[in-house]
């Protein structure tokens, strides 16, 4: 499973950049998603987590109400569509995947559940 990460770049505050991240694996309802970033001096972080289809969303409460997380299934792409970016968003992203439903929150926030990840994507937020 190759997951490709793309749509970074710079970005000023409050402005919108979308990301995406392409799976190599055809048809992925059965995978759960989730989207890390790692800022410099920081530790890897935890973004958003969902099962394919949508559902047992979860979002960080640092990005909540700015990112929306989607999945398109004719594409097998991911879509975190970020708004109101703050330089404190700025960062690597990563794309993650497991072929496992997760149920609960704590496992979607988990990076160590996760099998597939992308090279990830540079995000860099002016100010």
């Known amino acids: 499973v190759q997951l490709v990460e793309s749509g970074g770049g710079l970005v000023q505050a409050g402005g919108p950049l979308r990301l995406s991240c392409a799976s190599s694996?055809?048809?992925?309802?059965?995978?759960?998603m989730g989207w890390f970033r790692h800022a410099p001096g920081e530790e890897r972080e935890v973004v958003a987590g969902l099962r394919w289809s949508g559902t047992n969303t979860y979002y960080a409460d640092s990005v909540k109400g700015r990112f929306t997380i989607s999945t398109d299934n004719a594409k097998d792409t991911v879509y975190p569509q970020m708004t109101s970016l703050k330089p404190e968003d700025t960062g690597v992203y990563y794309c993650?995947?497991?072929?496992?439903?997760?149920?609960?929150?704590?496992?979607?926030?988990?990076?160590?559940?996760?099998?597939?990840w992308g090279q990830g994507t540079q995000v860099t937020v002016s100010s």
């Open positions: 694996v055809r048809s992925c309802s059965n995978f759960s």
């Open positions: 993650a995947g497991a072929r496992a439903l997760y149920r609960t929150i704590a496992t979607l926030r988990s990076p160590n559940k996760y099998d597939y």
